[in-house]
């Protein structure tokens, strides 16, 4: 009987929906909720049972035991059925996360859905109020210390402001939504909730870090961002499909991480520098948290120019081992990696932006900040 009950699950599993974890999309799950009749990823099944089983009950399908009335229960329900009774009304703007995304955006998903039931009811999505306010931990600028700090959006005046005094009459800045980018970087700022806003004034980046001591909230504010610049988008672009939308409310990195880079004339010594690769902008630090990166190069397309080169030009005399060059119409920029994966991965990467083709944000992007 066990094994009649196993291989009946396993069927359902094959079923379309069941196919992918029913919270983050990813292929085979081999777990499932028995009470809430959805199948899940590991992952997204460790943090079902955070929750407590008052919300989720979790199993195995391989490895534990089912009896028929929970066999039942899955084949009656399954992960179509849950979308259509927990995501009834997901904001368009909303972020859905998949397997590649933190664990706070995972986990507030999940508890949106099974615990808090935010999509069976509208009322329930504050984030969409164009209003938030509230105290965030920021990095100070110059000392690096965290201080808790006020908040306060507002989607009519296209705007994001904190200040340094709680009574204080002016901001200490007010950023416009329509400019700024939100991501996660938990590893980066060292805390779960971590979260990073950059935008560009007068050419050139500018960068904070945040976080909230409750995941709820970070993620609140994340997504009260990109409904901000949906809605804005909605109006700017009539028509557009949400789909098409949706991947311009905010944009996560195509990677970070340390490489070494030597200075124009490529015969300088070479430095440890953070880079961050957003879209066509290729930013270097000097340390990952820094408010201004020390330079951007911008990628445009191959068409124009702009490539990567495995190892360095040749006729050089030392070459640093995991060597590559970027090249562009205005500098050629020579790097060196820990390890030939890291290597082989920033190629790929940078070698994917320049691949891409430019469209006329593109070139405004490029005009805006001051670029070398
Ligand atoms: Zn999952």
């Not at 983050?24 to 959805?38: K, T």
């Not at 259509?84 to 904001?91: D, F, H, R, S």
Request: glycine share 6%; aromatic share 10%; with cysteine.
């Amino acid at each position: 009987m066990a094994e009649r009950n196993k291989n009946r699950l396993l069927d359902l599993l094959t079923q379309e929906g069941n196919n992918v974890c029913a919270d983050c999309g990813c292929q085979d799950p081999d777990w499932a909720s028995f009470n809430l009749g959805i199948y899940l990823c590991v992952t997204c099944a460790q943090i079902h049972r955070m929750l407590g089983a008052h919300i989720s009950k979790v199993k195995s399908i391989r490895l534990d035991q089912w009896n028929d009335d929970q066999v039942e229960f899955m084949a009656a329900n399954g992960n179509r059925a849950a979308k259509a009774k927990y995501e009834l009304c997901v904001p368009p703007s909303y972020k859905r996360p998949a397997e590649s995304d933190c664990q706070v955006l995972r986990e507030q998903w999940i508890r949106a859905k099974y615990e808090r039931h935010e999509f069976m009811d509208v009322d329930k999505q504050t984030y969409l109020s164009g209003h938030k306010t509230g105290y965030l931990w920021k990095r100070g600028k110059d000392d690096s210390k965290y201080q808790s700090r006020l908040f306060v959006l507002s989607e009519e005046e296209n705007v994001i402001k904190y200040y340094n005094k709680q009574d204080a009459k002016e901001p200490k800045a007010a950023i416009k939504l329509s400019n700024l980018n939100a991501v996660f970087v938990p590893d980066k700022i060292g805390n779960p909730n971590g979260l990073q806003i950059s935008w560009v004034k007068e050419g050139q980046t500018r960068n904070i870090y945040l976080y909230t001591d409750d995941g709820k909230d970070i993620v609140e504010w994340y997504n009260a961002i990109r409904h901000a610049n949906y809605n804005r988008l909605k109006v700017a672009y009539p028509g557009t499909p949400d789909e098409e939308l949706r991947s311009q409310l905010s944009r996560d990195f195509h990677k970070e991480g340390w490489l070494c880079k030597t200075g124009p004339k490529g015969s300088e010594a070479y430095r440890k520098r953070w880079m961050t690769l957003d879209g066509r902008r290729l930013l270097y630090f000097a340390e990952p948290l820094d408010p201004n990166p020390k330079g951007e190069v911008f990628l445009g397309n191959k068409l124009d120019g702009y490539f990567v080169r495995d190892g360095l030009p040749p006729g050089r005399q030392e070459e640093p081992p995991n060597s590559f060059s970027l090249i562009t119409p205005d500098r050629e920029y020579y790097f060196s990696a820990d390890s030939s994966e890291e290597q082989k991965a920033w190629m790929e990467a940078l070698k994917a932006a320049c691949d891409k083709p430019m469209y006329p944000q593109d070139q405004k992007n490029k005009q805006e900040s001051k670029l070398k």
